[in-house]
């Protein structure tokens, strides 16, 4: 399923860029459109991890600089028959972690500095099982391909808005050319995002991690206090790429990021973990 679903992505982006270049360029620009696309395709399919972890400035770290979470990979890794991913920091308090990777042999999973100060060994291990569900369960690529591609189509509608909305006396005229682009292309960029990464994901990986440690109530925890604490430590993120996260990032524009909403609501993960609603935990 994931398979059809990363090949629906690439097909629908290549035939989207092909009837925008028909329209405005004819032939020649459907021509052009094709080869545009094919270049994002095979970048999309080849480097979308690569791009995920930059954006966010995330660095490798080796076992001797971070032991704590390569033992507790090491010791996950065997129960879900998985090669050893890549591990990253980003440099970021704000408690939070993602996978991406174009299959488990070429896979990454990336943890903010506020999450290794938050969570006990535990709760950091529910995590880790978590990220690595998504690997085992591989809707990593999808979501990876469908984050630079989404992210691709929305600058293109940003510089689009940037360059034909204004007038030459460099007064606004409201919804001009490049703004009803963006009005067209940041909602089908959210739709790419919404067909191919559907909230079950989540539930998935929940499940898997509570599985493979034998802890639900650990992940449970966690993810309570991932969301206490990245709400009052806001990552920024780009709507694009929320979905990868375990818990969706501060996303700055609000009718815009809800367009892209990925992430079931974290009192029905924390029930279906622990069979009961959570406690609100204060913050501070």
Do not use: W
Not at 136 to 144: V, Y
Not at 145 to 165: C, D, E, Q
């Amino acid at each position: 399923m994931n398979t059809f679903k990363t090949a629906f992505l690439l097909t629908a982006l290549t035939l989207f860029l092909m009837l925008i270049g028909g329209y405005f360029g004819g032939r020649n620009g459907m021509i052009l459109a094709f080869i545009v696309a094919a270049g994002m395709n095979f970048f999309s399919y080849f480097y979308s991890d690569k791009m995920a972890l930059s954006m966010y400035r995330a660095q490798p770290v080796t076992r001797e600089q971070l032991p704590r979470v390569y033992q507790i990979v090491e010791r996950i890794l065997p129960r879900m028959a998985l090669p050893m991913p890549r591990i990253y920091v980003i440099p970021n308090d704000s408690p939070n972690a993602f996978a991406t990777g174009r299959n488990p042999k070429h896979a990454a999973v990336a943890v903010t500095q506020g999450i290794l100060n938050l969570l006990n060994d535990e709760e950091l291990e529910g995590v880790l099982a978590h990220e690595l569900g998504h690997v085992r369960n591989r809707d990593i690529l999808t979501s990876s391909v469908a984050a630079t591609l989404a992210g691709a189509i929305t600058l293109l509608a940003r510089t689009s808005a940037m360059f034909g909305g204004g007038s030459r006396d460099g007064r606004s005229r409201g919804l001009g050319g490049g703004g009803i682009f963006m009005l067209i292309l940041a909602p089908f960029a959210a739709m790419l995002i919404q067909l191919a990464v559907s909230r079950s994901r989540e539930y998935e990986a929940d499940a898997t991690g509570a599985h493979v440690t034998g802890n639900p109530y650990a992940l449970a925890s966690a993810l309570q206090k991932l969301d206490v604490y990245s709400k009052q430590l806001p990552m920024q993120a780009s709507p694009s790429t929320a979905h990868l996260f375990i818990v969706a990032p501060f996303l700055s524009r609000a009718s815009f990021a809800n367009l892209f909403s990925t992430h079931p609501p974290m009192a029905q993960r924390v029930a279906r973990l622990t069979g009961r609603l959570p406690v609100q935990r204060p913050i501070g």
